[in-house]
């Protein structure tokens, strides 16, 4: 009950900042689906610890921020393709071994690949991942393992 009462709180709070209005009518509207939707979840027995990974805490945090970093220099690498792809444009596909023990700890991987612009996950079947990528720069980024180093230490699955 306590995961739910959770979920309850961070609805609450995301439609809140994303409301932008708080009158006593639309605000009792907000808390009334949020709470509808959080007894939904319960009911249908989908408030668990992948579901609602708020074990992850902090550690998330650090991660995402490192996340945005490689985006941002992705980002670039991706700009340098379009503007002389005769130079940059190598695509490949390869497979790489996810190391996360849990599935929540697989997703997160292969989605952090597909977040990041040049790089796609094409298939996830246990622990391969199979990743298309626009350029050399890219597949040596994701074959090196530290993205999927990253997502282990988050996970706590080390």
């Known amino acids: 009950m306590l995961k739910t009462l959770s979920l309850f709180l961070v609805l609450m709070a995301v439609w ?3 409301s932008g209005i708080y009158t006593p009518l639309i605000t009792g509207f907000g808390v009334g689906s949020c709470l509808l939707s959080a007894l939904i979840a319960y009911r249908m027995d989908v408030v668990d610890r992948e579901g609602h990974p708020l ?15 490689e985006i941002f220099k992705a980002n670039i ?3 340098k393709c379009v503007l002389f792809p005769r130079k940059y444009l190598r695509p490949s596909m390869f497979t790489v071994t996810a190391t996360q023990k849990s599935d929540l700890g697989r997703v997160i991987y292969a989605n952090s690949i597909t977040l990041t ?3 796609v996950t094409v298939d996830l079947d246990g622990d391969q991942v199979m990743v298309h ?8 980024g994701i074959k090196s393992g530290d993205m999927d180093r990253r997502v282990t230490k988050v996970m706590e699955e080390a």
């Open 133 to 140: 990528s626009m350029t050399e720069v890219s597949a040596e």
């Open 77 to 79: 690498d991706v700009a």
């Open 16 to 18: 809140l900042l994303l």
């Open 55 to 69: 074990h992850l805490g902090p550690r998330i945090i650090t991660y995402w921020a490192w996340l945005f970093v």
């Open 117 to 119: 612009p040049g790089t």
